[in-house]
């Protein structure tokens, strides 16, 4: 095996400059001509957008809730075949997960999975020899993670960079590898409780990614993140159950994307065209009609601020109408469920008419309504599974549905083994009209094999 390097970058919480680390390296790494590819921890989409926005190589989502370790490990292998540097950017802080257990969806545990080692980020301001009693308890708590290297975020002055340095070293007994100075021309933009999606910035940030890999350049000894992260051996995984590469063959796919919906995991993608389907972009926004095709595909997105733009495409909808009344399977998830509604409350407290394949209206408020990861079990059949199975998949949401129609899906959340109860963990949701399914629900596709044959075989009936 070509030798290849992969870390997680894990911070000790959520804000202390991961993502803005992360963009910093991989652009870096670029520069000295490695084959970066870029993934996140978890089921973010807009961190894995700004990665793409530095690269121009699409992130990968490693999702341990939705993906069973074999599939997980051989999408991280498919992903690594022609690259040379694996820059993961872990979720939370590195022994957070999904309950209590550090080793459930947790950075620390997908690090242990993917046999690779962890480069710890720490906050230098406002302290001294303190900081290496947190490193020190970093590295205690789980030994099996292989903490290879730590940087400094936010320090400003060489000096007091270089006892931060000396502490942890010589309390610890681990390199420094460099620190990040307070840099307060790199900000992204945020937006509810994450950052803006990346989409159409790209150009926006090239003298922000210029400058920022430049200095991780001059600060931080990438040499040494190098040699310390060298892979041994990709992990062993499994997808080969999970299409038949023939299922799809002469099916297109029409795919929404544009500013307003390109919420999408990339192997979600991958999948289908290794099903043999032919994948078709097109913007609800811009076009007037929809390509020829026997499925649709509307993925999440920000909607609401495009609502107006959307209302006035007076021609897509009745595309999406027509499509629908022929029985081409449509499905669509988050901000295509607020799409495919009869209507749209902005956050102005203004009402736009949507398409209405689903009967209700999604209507914007001001805290989030839904959020995390949930099992949702089919009440009914529906184009993905049948009544009784079950997927896993994430939500987050500032929008609420309001609607008389039936849903489709029991909802639940567990933790630590446990179901959980109440309003906000146990829920009715995902709505079905014909062949045309929405919901808030984000899934991954690769989470059991089988899971797109429903859809692909309603699709081959419109062949």
Sequence with gaps: MQQKY??????????????????????????????????????DYL???????VTGIVSRNLDAFMLPVPILNNLFNQAMRDKDVAVIEGVM???DGYGTDPDYCSSSAMAKQLGCPVILLVDGKAVSTSIAATVMGFQQFDPAVKI?????????????????????????????LGHIPVMPDIT???RHLGLISAQGRDSQYDECWSHLAGQIEASVDLAQLLALTQLSALPEGNTDSLVDPAMGQG????????EAFHFYYPD???????????????????DHQLPECQMIYLGGGYPEIYAQALAANHTMYAALRQAHQKGIPIYAECGGLMYLGEALTDVDGVRHNMVGLIAGESQMRESLQRFGYCEATAMYDTPLIAKGETLRGHEFHYSDFVTT???????VKWRDGLRQEGIQKSWLGGYQSGNTLAGYLHIHFAQCPGLLHRWLMLARRRL
């Excluded at 993608?269 to 926004?285: C, D, H, M, N, Y």
């Excluded at 129609?405 to 909802?411: A, K, W």
């Design 6 to 43: 992969a870390f997680v970058i894990a911070g000790t919480g959520s804000g202390c400059g991961k993502t803005t680390v992360a963009l910093g390296i991989m652009r870096a790494l670029m520069n000295r001509q490695l084959r970066i590819q870029p993934f996140k921890v978890g089921p």
């Design 47 to 53: 961190d894995g957008g700004w990665h793409y926005a």
């Design 93 to 95: 802080g590195l022994y």
């Design 148 to 176: 290879a290297g730590v940087l400094i975020n936010r320090v400003n002055r060489e000096s007091h960079f270089q006892l931060l340095k000396q502490v942890i070293e010589h309390y610890c007994g681990i390199p420094v």
């Design 188 to 190: 992204l933009p945020s």
């Design 251 to 258: 099916l297109t796919m029409a795919l929404a994307e544009d």
């Design 268 to 286: 979600n993608l991958w999948l289908l065209e290794k099903a043999g389907v032919t994948i078709t972009r097109f913007s609800p926004l811009h």
């Design 405 to 411: 129609q039936p849903p489709v899906f029991q909802c």
